[in-house]
């Protein structure tokens, strides 16, 4: 894994070939080239997910204070990266990290708010890079974790999401994709 640096929103993003390679037949809308360029996983800075909330604030650079207003922006990304972006990078950038807290507590997550989560920020990536990175780390507990998805489908997405999953089993779906890349891989769901 190696840190990248999103286009469109501030923050901090590491990218691992793995995962993406298990998640690409779910999310093609990238060119190949373009998807190296892109993090696998996003912790949006800001006001969404700051470490301080003070600190890692937004900052507007005015014109007229342009070199002051850069110089603070500097120091403040400078003081998160020390404090506490490298240790992210570092906690995140191990897959067994990741997946131990992409799949932990599902069902108990799923009653709660699971669109909001500081490594991936987007409801339907959650449970597909989760299982991705299940997959890697722990294939013993991949199917497990998948069955929990499924499970708490509705509390998640609402009566809606839940009906479309009985009538299409579009998540399901997703699953077999990744674990259809994961065979390519060699992995071993035995252990």
Known sequence: PKPTSPTKSCGLGIREDKIDFLVQDIWPTYPPEARKRNPVLFRALGNYFPFDKKRDAAIKIRSKNFHVDCEEAIRKAKEMLLRDGFDWFKKYSDVNNLSKTLNANIPERMQSD??????????????????????????????????????????????????????????????????????????????
């Not at 890079?129 to 497990?144: D, F, K, M, R, V």
Request: aromatic content about 12%.
């Open 114 to 191: 699971p669109v909001l989560h500081s490594v991936i920020n987007n409801s339907i990536s959650i449970p597909t890079y989760g299982i991705a990175a299940s997959c890697l780390a722990e294939p013993h507990n991949t199917s497990q974790f998948m069955n929990e998805y499924l499970e708490y489908i509705w509390q998640w997405g609402g009566a809606e999401w839940a009906a479309k999953e009985r009538e299409t089993g579009e998540l399901k779906k997703m699953f077999d994709k990744i674990l259809v890349r994961a065979k390519e891989l060699e992995l071993d769901f035995d252990k």
